[in-house]
């Protein structure tokens, strides 16, 4: 085999890129310009130039706090969100070797449902943890106990799966009893609200809290990703390989909960983008991780722009949870998916 016919088609690979620069950058542009108030294009680009660059274009006080306060972070949250859900779904499925597996497995999103209304009913920490820090330390406290469990079990992937089955049960019981016994119905209907997930709430500063995360956290991923490509023949087969399989998959494991602790403690609970999109990136660019895993950041990311959109418009004068709106997508896509493994089983 000749050097060419192994190396890398770099121009293609560039041209791949930029076209998803692209198509990232234009769903962008239409979360800023759509929605009740609907705004030309020239003015959303005004108002980002007045915003990032410091600028004193001409654009109204309302367009510009709309524009550049509240539609840029949210649509820009929404992309690292569903980029940083897509890749954990692709590394657990490939870790766990189940092609169901998805980011909320772990019991992340239960813990954190449970931190929440903890702050929001009971009280706890008050104006100084704030819903975030709640729903992270309940994150970590789930994350805590399925690692307890599964360790103590052996730590195999049927056994963490099992684990984050019983803790996830646990932690929803407790979520649910502290809601009917305690909670007031506006009270009950702002945890559900969360629950379902919502970018409202989203300003800047929880940017510079996700952003970080996300880009390290891809970029821990993108370093494993040959390890990721050995795991999919087997924990022994990746051994054989000389792979460290233990602290790669413990590695792997605690990023993996660490993005998806982040999103939800940020945004809430967002369901089937894990587990639905790392299969349409497969079906796009083939199981390689090196090529699967930036395809999951950026789809996971055009995704939930658009299903972010869709939640603004659908229902006038109304905003849909999140939730809602990846679910009438994902439901028939992780259906789909069911009637496929079926068909090859």
Aim: overall charge positive; glycine content about 12%.
């Amino acid at each position: 085999m000749t050097h060419a016919a192994v190396s890398p088609n770099w121009p293609a690979r560039i041209a791949l890129a930029l076209a998803a620069l692209v198509a990232l950058t234009l769903a962008v542009a239409l979360a800023v310009t759509v929605g009740e108030m609907a705004i030309p294009l020239p003015v959303a680009l005004r108002a980002l130039g007045n915003g990032l660059f410091g600028l004193d274009l001409p654009v109204g006080a309302i367009q510009q706090g709309v524009i550049f306060d509240y539609r840029l972070s949210r649509a820009l949250m929404a992309a690292l969100c569903g980029g940083a859900l897509a890749i954990s779904g692709a590394i657990l499925q490939a870790l766990l070797r189940n092609p169901l597996a998805e980011p909320y497995l772990l019991g992340v999103s239960a813990g954190a449902s449970t931190g929440a209304v903890c702050v929001m009913i009971l009280g706890f920490g008050g104006a100084t943890l704030g819903l975030s820090g709640g729903a992270f330390l309940g994150s970590v406290a789930a994350l805590a106990l399925v690692a307890l469990l599964a360790a103590g079990a052996g730590g195999s992937s049927d056994r963490v799966i099992l684990a984050g089955v019983a803790g996830s049960q646990l932690f929803n019981a407790a979520t649910a009893t502290i809601v009917t016994t305690l909670a007031s119905a506006e009270q009950a209907r702002g945890v559900m609200f969360w629950l379902l997930g919502n970018f409202g709430g989203v300003r800047w500063p929880d940017l510079w809290v996700a952003t970080p995360v996300a880009l390290i956290g891809f970029l821990i991923c993108m370093i494993n990703a040959k390890a990721l490509d050995a795991f999919a023949f087997g924990v022994d087969a990746a051994a054989s390989l000389g792979i460290a399989v233990a602290r790669v998959r413990l590695v792997l494991l605690a990023t993996t909960a660490l993005l998806t602790a982040t999103m939800v403690a940020i945004v809430g609970t967002i369901g089937f983008v894990g587990l639905v999109i790392p299969h349409a990136a497969r079906f796009l660019v083939g199981p390689g991780h090196a090529r699967l895993l930036p395809a999951c950041l950026v789809i996971g990311g055009i995704f939930m722009i658009l299903a972010d959109i869709l939640s603004r418009i659908l229902v006038p004068q109304q905003i849909l949870p999140i939730g809602i709106v990846t679910a009438l997508f994902g439901a028939p896509a992780f259906a789909l998916i069911l009637y496929r493994a079926r068909r090859s089983s």
